[in-house]
């Protein structure tokens, strides 16, 4: 089959990939297509870093297609529109997620949960429909469907904001679908990193009373005083978490590594429910008792579609909640996941993209 001129097209980028399991970035030059009729280009200006991103850089889900440019919380400006774009136009101030395509005729895409569809492209580590890779936010631009991409409001910040788009969205959608909004009801988070932080603001601004679980003693004063949160239960003292048995409504589990759900079920009441989003790479046990014996619930989420992305940055932006950062330069990014697999960051690392990344 021959291609045409247009086909032919490409944009140049440029952005730091790692190429082999050590995960290790370093830079990278590739392209990405021309602008099509459908299509954004967007300068970008900021990147989330992920615990996903690390997942998948040091391969621990398995389905890692090396070279890869991680980055799905991406902020900047957009700079291409193509003639059938009516939502954007050149100088936008735009975000894209964990997705960057979809099927957009199935069940899932028609009910806009285009994260649930069968053929769900992921903003990197996944193919387009013509065979070419998809490379993710630590890079100079992307081009992206008008259909994955968001308005980011005009009163959030670019920077603390973008982490939204991918922890905001994700404990925002699993709290809203399993009805974890209730006000006055008591919802532990569990795990206070990029994720757990924002979801601790979130409920806060539902009217939750908020209770972190964490391994991490040194995170108590700053969930208490600066996070808001009600309270704090250290997970490895049994003493604290027996004093906790049975009191909470709703779990919302962000931790990314193997750990064990009986201290969880069992702080949750009777018909208490426990919504898992983390993704660690080994299996999780589960004790039937504890859901048996007390009508309780255990279920998954991840992300959330376009429609409620976009309802989500509106409502962050309403409530003025955007995510506390440690913005780095690109060159930091090696360090930067060292403390990520630490639990050592406060709360989400953001890469200053704009300002720092240079071939
Ligand atoms: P993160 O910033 O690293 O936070 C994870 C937290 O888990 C840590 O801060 C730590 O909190 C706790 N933790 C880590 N290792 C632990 C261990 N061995 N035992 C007990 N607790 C431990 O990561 P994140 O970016 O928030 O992502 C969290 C997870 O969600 C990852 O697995 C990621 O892949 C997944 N994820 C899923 C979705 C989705 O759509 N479902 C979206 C984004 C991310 P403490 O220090 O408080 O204990
Ligand atoms: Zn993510």
New binding site residues.
């Given amino acids: 089959m021959s291609t045409t001129v247009e086909e032919q097209k490409q944009q140049k980028a440029f952005g730091w990939a790692a190429t082999d399991q050590s995960g290790t970035l370093s830079p990278f030059n590739f392209s990405r297509r021309e602008n099509g009729d459908e299509d954004v280009t967007l300068k970008i200006l900021y990147c989330g870093v992920?615990?996903?991103d690390?997942?998948v850089l040091k391969n621990e889900w398995g389905f890692t297609s090396y070279p890869v440019v991680p980055g799905h919380e991406i902020v900047g400006v957009a700079t291409k529109v193509g003639k059938n774009v009516t939502n954007f136009k050149v100088g936008d101030r735009v975000g894209v997620g964990?997705l960057v395509g979809s099927c957009k005729t199935c069940e899932c895409c028609q009910q806009d949960l285009e994260n649930y569809c069968p053929q769900i492209i992921f903003t990197f580590n996944s193919y387009n429909p013509d065979g070419t890779k998809t490379y993710g936010g630590y890079s100079d631009m992307i081009v992206v469907d008008q259909r994955y991409v968001l308005r980011f409001p005009d009163n959030l910040p670019l920077d603390a904001g973008a982490p939204l788009l991918?922890?905001g969205i994700?404990v925002y959608s699993?709290m809203k679908y399993y009805g974890m909004t209730e006000a006055g009801k008591h919802l532990g988070v569990?795990?206070?990193?990029?994720?757990?932080h924002v979801a601790v603001k979130i409920a806060k601004a539902f009217g939750l009373k908020v209770t972190?679980i964490?391994?991490?003693p040194d995170?108590e004063s700053e969930a208490i005083n600066r996070l808001e949160a009600d309270s704090f239960l250290l997970?490895s003292d049994p003493a604290k978490m027996k004093s906790a048995i049975g009191s909470m409504d709703y779990i919302i589990d962000?931790?990314?590594?193997?750990?064990p759900l009986l201290p969880l079920l069992s702080v949750l009441k009777v018909n208490g429910k426990l919504v898992t989003?983390?993704?660690?790479n080994k299996p999780l046990e589960l004790p039937v008792f504890p859901l048996v014996f007390g009508r309780k619930l255990v279920g998954?989420?991840?992300?959330g579609g376009m429609k409620e992305t976009q309802e989500m940055l509106d409502f962050c932006a309403k409530h003025n909640i955007a995510a506390d950062i440690e913005l780095i330069r690109m060159d930091e990014i090696n360090t930067a996941m060292e403390r990520?697999a630490k639990?050592d960051?406060r709360?989400?690392f953001v890469i200053d993209v704009g300002n720092s990344l240079s071939q």
């Fill in positions: 992920c615990h996903s690390l997942h964990v991918c922890a994700t699993s569990a795990g206070l990193g990029g994720l757990g972190v964490s391994s991490s995170k997970s962000t931790v990314s590594a193997a750990h989003v983390g993704l660690p998954g989420s991840d992300v990520l639990s960051v709360y989400r």
